[in-house]
Structure formats: structure tokens, C-alpha cells
């Protein structure tokens, strides 16, 4: 029964098919959409609020509302908050944290249309400040926080939390703003084996509609407002780099980028737009380190002289001949440290220089019981041990950056545009009411990295100018042409305090890397080389000093790895050096000349040190010869020597830096065939002495003759003897001849000789 009835359903399925066909595939159902059968969702983006009002404007608050549900979003209406304005900037801080305070005005403003699913709509209100009872007559000038939510029947969007800045009138003394704007770019070189080759595109993406473009873009759309430029001489280097032509690190090896490259002439147009704002009459230059290096760490890790080259390079480079790469002369003693961190040390340091007027960081000072915020300058205070200990008539002065307002710089990258710049005028109002009766002055520097996104930098730039309690202004206007009340005098922080509260240090294998690349400099230095390759050296030394590489610890090892590459480059040219090589010279007198060929591998002439030694050899000008631009390939010295004895004997010669470091050394044969001067000495005094004793005993002799002579008889008158033998009669002759003296022996008087008497 059951498979009958199954055929039978079957066969009916058949039927209808054959008389009704399959069902089209129109007629099919359509798939769900993801968002089908969901009700709104709506999120919102602020675009657009005024930067301050007054009791006769009206609040305009523009918004894009986008609808990210399945179902149309209607019913629409924007619900306005006002809370407490506040009056002390520790209060505004709370309501970044979503702590507004006690509400003090709410309206809700019906809005006319729908938003379609997936679609974005700008809705723009606005509310007249005269209806608000709280604005109507108020004065009382603040920052009121403002919360803004759309809403579509029960569906609510995002909060958007801001402040509006009140004024009911323009204030009398405007607060004095002074934005410093650092302008730096990472270095494009970073590997240390090819320093002149190109291996970063951060550079040349930043200054094509970049970040750096940006900044520019916005300083140039607004020429008639004071502005203080900090720019690294690294970055004014490597513009100048590659405007004239680079070589350029690819995935097939290194390739040319000609000065007619675009993005070479980029590099080129983006110096000359510096150059065009440095020389704007209302814009200053203000003198930084030539990288971004921390002066304090250098002095905790004893490399003083590292402080010290960043500070005068940096100034260089903006007063370099004929009139420096800015075209601009810089800001006379006033010097912005990396991070504004300075301490006790380092203040030292620059009483030894020209730089007296300092912008500095809030952590390189002693904290202030004060509540206001710190406006105005401060004079370095000095004591024992301190930097001005010893130095009569040293006055450092210095405007405190405000840390605060460089946050909310830097947060313009992290919030939407309109919010953060209004957190900025938020901060600036709330200064200023601080004491607003009181001329004050604050420093805002933008930080190095400052991303500048979208138009935040121009809407920055439009708060300076159109805000009625600011004034822009320049850090030697505040010093000097505002004059503003007799400065206060602080303490700065310890060495410690400054460098725990920045940037955390790297390990001592960085400064240790430093330190080994410096030495090897100044020994190279001694040589006189070119002042090119000096200038070469001392580059990649400052480059990798900067803080640019204590971002992670692979940025750390290649700035190790770049610094060690100096000492290794300077030893590579030093081996192209060569004391003469072995060899056997023969000295046939006992004054000669020997000649030392002195090689070089190098192809520039340097100042070298030849040092002779050797035990048998005297030199009369000296075992030191400098040798003043020893010419390449080699060059040969003739040395005076004075033998002191006749044979072989070794030669050593060694060549020195200068400053006394050993380049090479070798050692060489000398055979002398001179006679001794010692041994003839003594041959000569031997052959005097036998001469003379030979004298002396025949003087004696001589004498013992004369005495027989005298004692003998006169036989003249008497008869001949008898009876005497013919053989002994005496000759006339024999008579002359004395008889022969006997020999005397070693008990003999040897000066005197025995006379036999007559048979």
C-alpha cells in the first residue's frame, strides 16, 4: 500500500510538470542581503563646528550620517547636550574621558527625510545660542563640553563628544602662542656598508603628497602668520641629495636617479619651498640638532663630544656658505633640543657655546605648585654644582613647550579632524582664562612625527589666526618686543627624571658603538685628509645618533651595524698605507743615507709619521720624520743614519697617525762594510804604545852607552899592552860598536839592559 502511494505522488508530480512546466527561475525566491530584515544602524562623523561663538551666534554643527542597516533610517532627529563649562584644564582632561559633568542646556532638532540603507547623508544644524537661557546674557567665558547623538525612532547613533569655546567678547590681552613647527625626516640612508646609496622611500613619499607636503601646504596657506621652523639639517641634507641626483636601492640593484628624475626634481622643489617660507618676514628658524639626537643621553653615557657636534652641525648646515641651505639666518642663541629635554649637564655644555635662549620640555624641569598652566619664560637657576657654577654673567632663559597642546597636535592623526582640533582650542581658551587680565604666552611645538592628516594642519593654523584669544606670536617676540613681567626662576630636573620620563634608551652596545666609531673619526682626522671625507664620516656618525632608530630593536641593530661600518671603512683606508717593505741596504761609510719608499694605496695625499729604530745605527735628525702629504703611490724619504758598528743588522720601521696610532711596520736588513771605529781606536792606541816603549829603551839604552864611555881610561899615552892576542885587540870599528845588550827576563827591570864587563 505504501509503494502504491508513492508511485501515485509520483506520477502526479509528472502531470503537473508536463502541464505547467518548471517553475522559471524569476519565480524562484531571491536570496536574503546581509543586511536584510535589519533595522537601521546609523553612524556619525562631525564634519564641520564653529571654532568659538558668541551669545549672538548660533551653534551649526554639521554631521554625515551613514546607515549601515537593512531598513530605511526616518523619524530623525539630532539631540544636543551642553554640559558645565569648565574652568581649570585638570576639568577639561575629565572630559576627554567621557566625563562631561552636570548638563546645563538639552534640545533635540527634528530632521526632515530618510537615510536608505547603505546610504550616507550630511545633515546640518543649527541652534541660536539667544535661545539657550544659559547663553543669553551669560559671561561667564568657557570650554562647554557638547554631546551630539542622532537618533531614528528607538535607534540611536555614536556619541559625538566636543567642546564649544564661549567668548562673549573679544578678550583685551589675547594669549601669545608661539607654534614651533620641527620639520625631519628619517634618514634615507640606512645601510651602513652603502652609505651613499638610497635604500628608504620615506622621504620621497612624504614630500609627495605626504606628511612633509602637507605641513608646507598648510604653512603656505597662511603667509601672513607668525611661524617658527625647526628643520633638522639631516633633512635639509638629504633634500639637497636628492636634487642633485641619486643612486636608489631596487629589488635588481641599485639604479640612477638622475636630477631630471621627478623625483629628484620633487626633492629640489620641496628645498626651494623652505627656503621661499624661511624667508617670509613673519616666520622664524630656530636652530635643532642635526638629527634628532638626545643631548642628555649622550652626557650620562660620557660622549660629550657627540653633544657637541650635533649642536654646531646643526647650525652649520643653516649657515653654511654663501648664506646656507634655508637662505634664512636662524633665530641668534636660541636652540630647540630634541625632545626640548635638557638637563644640568647639558646646560653646561651650551654656556660654552651661543646658545642662551632655549625652548625646552616641561619634564627637564623641577614641578611647579603653581595650578596655571607655565606661560611665561623661565630663568635656568644655577648653585653648586650646577651649570652656572664658575661662569660670572651666564643668563639662560627658556620657554617651557606646553605638553599638553603638543598632544593635541599629535592626537589630530588619532581622532576625526574637527574633534581634535577642537580639543586644541579647547586647551588654548582654557590657558587663557586661567588669568585672563594677565599677559601670557604659551609654546606649542608640533611633534617631529607629526602626521598632519587630511587638512588637520591647515584647520590647526586656522584656530591661530581666527581665534580672538590668540594672538601668534615668535619665541623672540615673547622674550623681548611683548615684554612681559620680570621672569621666574627654575630648577631643572635631574639627569634621570628627564631621560626615565622620555623615550626609553637603548642598550649601552649602541652608545659603545658610538663611541668606537668617533675614535676611529678623529684618527683619520689626524691624517688631513680631503675635508670632504671628514664631512662624509662625521655625516653617518650624526645620522646614526639620531632617536629615529630607538624605535624598535631592529631599527637598533641597524644603527649599530651603521656605526660599526665607520671604524671598518677607516680602517680599510688606512690599510692602503705601508711602511717601506723588506729589503737589504748597504752602508760603505760610516755617515750614509738610507731611502724608505713609503707607499699609499689612496688617492689623495695625507700626513703621516715615520719612526726609525735600531740598535747600531745613530740618527742625526732625529728617529721621527713627519712626512707632510705623502703623495700617492709612493713616495721615498731619504734618512740620515751613522753606523756604530760595521756588519748586519735589523732596521725597524713603523708609520703612525699623527696622533700616534700604528698604520704598518716592517723590518729591514742593513749590512754595513765601514771599518769599526772602536776597533781602530784601539789598534791605533796599541801601535802608540809599542812605539813609545820602543823609544823609551832606546833612550835608556842610549844613555847607559854615553856613561861607559865616560868611565873608561885615557889609554892615548900609554904603551899597547903586551902579551894580548891578536883577536882581541879592538878594532877602531868595534870600539864604535857596543857589545850586545842581553835580553832581560821577566825579573829584569825591562826599561834597563845588562852591560857585560871587559874580558
Known sequence: MKSARTLSAALAAVLILAVFGAPSASAQSPSPSPTAGRQAELEVELVDFPVSVGPADSLTVGLEVTNSGGTAAGELEVALTIYQGVTSRSRLEQTYQNRPGTTLAVDTIPVEGTIAPGRTRRIEIAKPLSELAKFRESTQDRAYPVRVVVRSGRITSNAINTHMVFFHEPPERPLGISLIVPLHSPSIYTDGGRPDLVTSNSLE??????????????????????????????????????????????????????????????????????????????TRVITTTYSPASLPAFNRFGLPELAATQLSEGRNVLLAEPIGL?????????????????????????????????????????????????????????????????????????????????????????????????????????????????????????????????????????????????????????????EPPETEQVRLATSEDVLENGPELPPQSYFAALSTARRAISRYSALSPPSARIGSLSRRLLIAESTDWWTSRAALERAISFAEAIPASINSELSKLHAPDPQTITL????????????????????????????????????????????PPNQTIQVRAITQSS????????????????????????????????????????????????????????????????????????????????????????EATPEPVAVATDRDDPGSASTPEPG
Open 326 to 482: 634655508l637662505r634664512s639666518e636662524p633665530l641668534d642663541n636660541w636652540l630647540l633640543p630634541t625632545f626640548g629635554d635638557l638637563d644640568q649637564p647639558t646646560l653646561t655644555q651650551l654656556h660654552r657655546t651661543n646658545f642662551n635662549r632655549l625652548i625646552i620640555s616641561s619634564r627637564s624641569i623641577t614641578p611647579s605648585d603653581d595650578p596655571f598652566t607655565r606661560a611665561l619664560p623661565v630663568q635656568l637657576e644655577g648653585g653648586p654644582g650646577s651649570a652656572t657654577e664658575g661662569l660670572t654673567g651666564v643668563e639662560t632663559e627658556a620657554l617651557v613647550a606646553d605638553a599638553g597642546l603638543g598632544n593635541e597636535i599629535r592626537r589630530t592623526g588619532e581622532l576625526a579632524t574637527i574633534e581634535a582640533r577642537q580639543r586644541f582650542v579647547a586647551e588654548t581658551a582654557t590657558i587663557h582664562l586661567e588669568t585672563p587680565g594677565l599677559f601670557r604666552a604659551v609654546v606649542a611645538v608640533a611633534p617631529a612625527g607629526w602626521e598632519a592628516e587630511g587638512d588637520s594642519a591647515s584647520q590647526l593654523m586656522d584656530v591661530l589666526t581666527a581665534g580672538s584669544w590668540l594672538r601668534p606670536t615668535t619665541p623672540d617676540a615673547i622674550t623681548s618686543d611683548l
Open 588 to 631: 760603505t761609510s760610516r755617515t750614509g743615507v738610507i731611502p724608505l719608499s713609503v707607499g699609499s694605496g689612496l688617492g689623495y695625499p695625507v700626513d703621516v709619521v715615520l719612526q726609525v729604530h735600531s740598535d747600531k745605527l745613530r740618527f742625526p735628525d732625529g728617529d721621527r720624520i713627519t712626512i707632510s702629504k705623502l703623495q
Open 205 to 282: 613619499r612624504s614630500i609627495s603628497g605626504g606628511r612633509l607636503s602637507r605641513i608646507l601646504d598648510a604653512l603656505e596657506g597662511h603667509p601672513e602668520m607668525p611661524v617658527t621652523l625647526a628643520p633638522s639639517g639631516l633633512l635639509l641634507s638629504m633634500l639637497q641629495d636628492m636634487a642633485d641626483g641619486y643612486q636608489r636601492a631596487t629589488s635588481e640593484g641599485p639604479v640612477e636617479v638622475p636630477a631630471e628624475d621627478p623625483r629628484a626634481q620633487n626633492a629640489f622643489a620641496t628645498l626651494a619651498r623652505l627656503q621661499s617660507l624661511a624667508g617670509r618676514p613673519a
Open 647 to 734: 756588519g748586519t743588522f735589523p732596521l725597524d720601521v713603523s708609520l703612525f697617525t699623527p696622533d700616534g696610532t700604528l698604520i704598518s711596520e716592517s723590518q729591514l736588513t742593513i749590512r754595513s762594510t765601514a771599518y769599526n771605529v772602536v776597533a781602530l781606536w784601539i789598534t791605533a792606541a796599541a801601535g802608540l804604545f809599542i812605539i813609545g816603549w820602543w823609544l823609551v829603551g832606546w833612550l835608556r839604552r842610549f844613555r847607559a852607552r854615553g856613561t861607559a864611555a865616560k868611565e873608561q881610561p885615557d889609554t892615548a899615552d900609554e904603551e899597547p899592552a903586551e902579551d894580548l892576542p891578536v883577536e882581541d885587540a879592538l878594532s877602531p870599528d868595534e
